[in-house]
């Protein structure tokens, strides 16, 4: 027997009282002496005896009562079978169940997937539920913080919620599940509280639990806990995709993207064949194999494609399914504009022209021109704070004479704002006219000019190329190689040299940097070391010209989009604060259109920055995959695109025994005495759950003594009064 509210046992003392108040109202008879009277005194001890008997009587009712009452308030209760004895009632049940839902799930084995395995124990625990009961299904992968569940008590309502739970591809948080379990069992005022937990047990999700605060008690002692254990076994052949990214980072019409892929065998046997495949939009564009994969090792791959067209580029890789398919695919999404937005600030429009040119040139099949030109006059690049919004690249040539402090301090804010620019000294400017503005704009020092243009046989030429330098990657196909093969170089007659700063990207026989990117806040900054025209060198005739040019309007169209890519990676189960693209139309209020995979769609509402930039945020992404921006329902393409990738947690496949997960529970106040472990294959599990139940509630049984023992306790006391009186 337990009791339910065991403070109500201390009115067990009142218990004593009867008994104070039997003792202290016995009188001492006075003596007084009569005659001799035997039939009297006979008459006397019979009366005595009657009287004596009546107030004991008494006295065990009074006791009785107050014992019946204080047990009845402690509401003592009995667990399973043996309650059966006292009735078919029994004391109602809360039940919190919690759905191991996450990814891991999804896993096959020769019994079907482990979900619809776990699927069956719950339907198997419902059966133990009766009327007047209550459950509570928490999926635990899809938790919503801050809601309270709906208690189902309908046993059909319960076996639909049961069988149209679905698998989501966020990690098991068990420790917030644990979290919400205890509030809604803190809410109940059932007399049963049990906590059930199917899931396949992954050790990782126990970590958050043995490093939890050992002070905090989520439950007490009279909560059950079952643990339904969701066995999988070996698994034999289970390759990941860990991780996908685009080596490429200069996105040039007309040009593949290269991308590495990070394949791990997660199973217990090596992998032979592997085959990697490359999607761009849902079609198939390339494909990899690897010769073997070891168990618990890992292999890159790299793959790549030609865009078809510019755009939003929603790019996936994928191995060939296995025992858990979760993990086989990996996203990512990019933005591939179709015309980059150049502009050229220069007080002489005639040495823009080559440079102009080379970046009108359309390379691509379909005839798009890659970049659309703007010139301006250098005194304009005080309004580079307004035109920043619209344009992709900047090219400046600085000639004779100096530029303006407000234009030279615009350059600069706009640049280390995380923008970019190419710099071109033009012929004419002096050392000092160069600095003057350098200074304030953040670029090296020039030292001095450098060689003549009295003709002669002496000139600079291009020595090396720095192709680890993500400027020049895919530049050159595989099989050309610039520094050991060589390129027809220019002659370079005259050229600027500047003190050492930053990296040099292009160096010359002489040593000196041709072209060198220099950091600027968080922005950067070629410089040429001549002008984009004859002046000096016969660079525009050269084929070198066109590409080097085209590359540095890429290059600057481009950058950070590694770092960019790299700061925006979002896991399922996670909140995702999103970075819109500029230039899109939108404002901060607008609701813009989700449309996610499983047929998700939701409005986000648009919120902008203190810097400027605009925002949506996920407050969940149950699944993995590409969550499309529109900007309403009616529009055709995507405004915008964010990867939602499986986390790699998942895939650890290794389960936490009985005995672990119990240890680790130890933290939340379940006790070895309320932990209990079933095989969730156990036909009665419904039975064993009964069991271990407070059965029925006795407190309707004492009071009902109590109340007899009152009406006894009258009827006597009052009989006593009328045979005194007569």
């Excluded at 599940?177 to 005022?189: K, N, T």
């Excluded at 994969?293 to 890992?298: A, N």
Aim: hydrophobic content about 40%.
């Amino acid at each position: 027997m337990t009791f339910l509210n065991p403070f109500a046992l201390i009115a067990l003392a009142a218990a004593s009282f009867p008994l104070l108040f039997h003792l202290f109202a016995q009188r001492k008879a006075r003596r007084i002496e009569f005659s001799s009277i035997r039939f009297l005194k006979q008459l006397e001890k019979s009366s005595m005896r009657k009287v004596k008997l009546r107030q004991i009587l008494l006295l065990i009712l009074r006791t009785l009562l107050i014992i019946c009452l204080a047990l009845a308030f402690s509401r003592p209760a009995l667990r399973g079978s043996v309650a059966g004895f006292f009735g078919s009632s029994h004391a109602n049940t809360t039940a919190v169940v919690l759905f191991d839902n996450s990814a891991s799930m999804a896993r096959r084995t020769a019994s079907g997937s482990l979900f619809k395995q776990a699927q069956d124990a719950a339907l198997r625990v419902s059966e133990a539920l009766e009327d007047g009961d209550e459950v509570l299904l928490i999926p635990i992968a899809s938790l919503e913080r801050g809601k309270q569940y709906r208690r189902l008590h309908d046993p059909q309502e319960i076996r639909k919620a049961i069988t149209e739970l679905s698998i989501s591809d966020a990690p098991a948080e068990l420790n917030d599940a644990l979290r919400v379990a205890s509030g809604e069992l803190a809410r109940s005022a059932n007399v049963n509280k049990e906590l059930y937990l199917i899931s396949d047990n992954q050790a990782n999700n126990l970590s958050s639990l043995k490093s939890g605060d050992s002070s905090l008690k989520l439950f007490d002692e009279k909560t059950i806990f079952f643990s339904l254990p969701i066995a999988g076994g070996p698994i034999t052949r289970n390759l990941s995709i860990d991780s996908l990214l685009p080596i490429t980072t200069v996105f040039e019409s007309g040009r593949p993207i290269e991308f590495t892929a990070f394949v791990r065998n997660t199973g217990e046997s090596s992998v032979e064949n592997a085959v990697v495949s490359l999607f761009y939009n849902d079609e198939r564009v390339a494909q990899r194999s690897i010769a073997s994969i070891s168990p618990t090792k890992g292999e890159s791959v790299t793959l790549s494609a030609l865009p078809k067209n510019a755009g939003i580029l929603n790019v996936r890789a994928e191995v060939e399914e296995d025992g858990l398919p979760f993990d086989n695919k990996r996203y990512l999404s990019l933005d591939l504009p179709s015309t980059s937005k150049v502009a050229i600030f220069t007080n002489s429009p005639g040495d823009a022209d080559y440079l102009k040119l080379s970046l009108e040139q359309t390379l691509s099949e379909n005839g798009t021109i890659p970049y659309s030109i703007e010139l301006h006059r250098l005194e304009e690049l005080r309004m580079l704070p307004s035109l920043r919004s619209r344009l992709d690249a900047v090219f400046v040539e600085i000639g004779s004479g100096t530029i303006d402090p407000t234009d030279s301090k615009a350059l600069h804010d706009y640049i280390a704002s995380g923008k970019s620019a190419a710099i071109f000294p033009l012929a004419g400017i002096t050392p000092q006219q160069f600095n003057a503005s350098a200074s304030v704009i953040g670029l090296p020092q020039m030292l001095s000019l450098e060689g003549s243009l009295s003709g002669g046989a002496t000139y600079a030429s291009i020595a090396t190329f720095d192709l680890a330098h993500p400027f020049f990657r895919g530049m050159f196909d595989d099989k050309s190689n610039p520094n050991s093969r060589g390129i027809e170089s220019p002659k370079i007659y005259q050229y600027y040299k500047f003190a050492v700063s930053g990296e040099p990207l292009i160096k010359l026989s002489t040593g000196v940097s041709l072209l060198s990117d220099s950091k600027i806040g968080n922005g950067t900054a070629l410089l040429f070391s001549m002008p984009p025209t004859f002046s000096f060198s016969d660079l525009p005739r050269k084929q070198i010209f066109l590409p080097l040019m085209r590359r540095s309007a890429a290059y600057l169209s481009s950058f950070g989009a590694g770092e960019e890519f790299a700061a925006t990676k979002f896991f399922a189960g996670q909140a995702a604060d999103v970075q819109l693209p500029i230039g899109i139309g939108v404002q901060p209020g607008e609701r813009l259109l989700v449309k996610g995979p499983n047929a998700m769609a939701e409005r986000l509402e648009v919120t902008g920055a203190a810097n400027g930039t605009l925002h949506i945020e996920f407050e969940q992404t149950p699944y993995a995959g590409i969550y499309n921006i529109y900007k309403d329902a009616e529009s055709q393409a995507a405004i915008a695109a964010v990867a939602i990738n499986p986390p790699t947690i998942e895939s650890n496949l290794q389960s936490a025994s009985a005995s672990e997960i119990q240890t680790a529970l130890k933290n939340t106040g379940i006790t070895s005495s309320s932990y209990h472990s079933i095989d969730p294959e156990r036909k009665d599990i419904s039975e064993l759950v009964r069991q271990s139940r407070f059965g029925v509630e006795l407190w309707q049984i004492f009071l009902a003594i109590a109340v007899a023992c009152a009406i006894a306790e009258m009827l006597i006391a009052r009989e006593g009064k009328i045979v005194n009186n007569n």
